[in-house]
């Protein structure tokens, strides 16, 4: 697909992050400035509908991951973490009006679902970003806390991600946009990858690692796996591509990372990924860890980033 696209130049472009000083959350559409309102449809929010500056304005933090319950999980999580006031039952879901997305808030830290695959979470990040721009937030870091098969890595391992890439290792995204293909970078910030590397230091629990994290449209044959209702390749030549992928230095696979990088970085947000890994994809397909094992699994990302926003709240105390 990529060498037919590259010989047609007159249907690629490239579009590249530009970030601004202050950091106001922006989007990149003139007609938006000419709609007398904005219907954020699957988030059931709206400018008329909602006074979005009073409601979202204070945001500083926005956690996003594919499961509704592990996003409410981690909105009472953190709620605790933060000794914030009012009970867990004040903590509602934003967004009940649409049965997309869930959406909690806890003082600055706004936690969201995004469902599973590009399609899904690039809907979700559209509206997002219309929201945080039209609340006026500035300043704003946004962490994907998500799960992974990892490559070559011990499973439960925590990936930090420093570059998304596709399924050809490229650093790229690739934007659809009418009958032209758009590429897009999917540079994350370097500085908040390291920074929350360093608070993993203070959870002695499991292992961190920063790495290339790849991203696919598919959980099974666009992942190398054998045991899908399809499959026309065989272990060796899927064990060659992931041995491929190791050593061009990808540590772990999902579904989201490049057009989340995309996105947020050409709308002034700080985007980082952590995900735990699942399994050694060098080892095995099926995901076969019990229930419990996979929940405490899912919390180690969550852990992690509850030292980062308590560390930028002044509210960590260094063991
Ligand atoms: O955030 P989650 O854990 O949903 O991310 C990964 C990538 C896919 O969405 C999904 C596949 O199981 O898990
Ligand atoms: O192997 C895995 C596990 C979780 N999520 C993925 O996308 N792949």
Same mark, same amino acid.
């Given at each position: ?27 990149k ?24 500056? &009073? ?57 969201? +679902? ?5 399609? +899904?979470i690039s809907?979700m990040l559209h !509206?997002l970003i ?12 946004i ?23 596709? +399924? ?5 995204f690739?934007q ?8 897009r970078?999917t540079?994350?910030?370097? !500085? ?55 050593? &061009? ?7 989201? +990372?490049t057009v989340f990088a995309a996105m947020c970085g050409l709308c002034?947000l700080?985007a ?48």
């Amino acid at each position: 697909m990529t060498s037919i696209l590259a010989d047609s130049s007159k249907s690629m472009r490239t579009d590249r992050n530009t970030y601004v000083g202050n950091r106001f959350v922006h989007v990149k559409n003139p007609h938006l400035d000419s709609m007398d309102e904005d219907i954020l449809y699957h988030l059931d929010l709206g400018t008329k509908t909602h006074n979005l500056p &009073a409601m979202f304005g204070d945001v500083k933090f926005v956690c996003v991951g594919g499961s509704p319950n592990r996003m409410k999980a981690f909105a009472l999580f953190i709620h605790k973490e933060l000794d914030l006031e009012g009970n867990e039952e004040a903590i509602q879901d934003i967004c009940a009006g649409s049965d997309r997305y869930c959406m909690f808030k806890t003082g600055a830290v706004l936690s969201i +679902s995004h469902g599973m695959g590009i399609p +899904s979470i690039s809907i979700m990040l559209h !509206e997002l970003i219309k929201l945080l721009y039209h609340a006026k937030c500035c300043d704003v870091t946004i962490i994907r806390i998500g799960t992974s098969g990892g490559i070559g890595i011990e499973p439960g391992s925590v990936v930090i991600t420093d570059t998304a890439v596709d +399924s050809f290792f490229k650093p790229q995204f690739e934007q659809i946009i009418l009958d032209t293909v758009v590429t897009r970078s999917t540079e994350l910030d370097k !500085e908040l990858a390291q920074e929350l590397f360093n608070c993993s230091k203070e959870i002695p629990g499991f292992p961190t690692l920063i790495g290339h994290t790849m991203c696919t449209y598919d959980f099974y044959e666009g992942q190398g796996r054998l045991d899908g209702a399809l499959c026309s390749f065989s272990n060796e030549k899927k064990l060659d591509y992931l041995q491929r992928a190791y050593e &061009a230095g990808i540590r772990n696979i999902e579904m989201e +990372s490049t057009v989340f990088a995309a996105m947020c970085g050409l709308c002034g947000l700080r985007a980082a990924v952590v995900c735990v890994t699942l399994l050694n994809r060098l080892e095995c397909d099926q995901i076969n860890l019990p229930h419990e094992v996979l929940l405490e699994y899912q919390q180690r990302p969550q852990h992690l980033i509850s030292i980062f926003i308590k560390k930028h709240l002044g509210q960590h105390r260094l063991k």
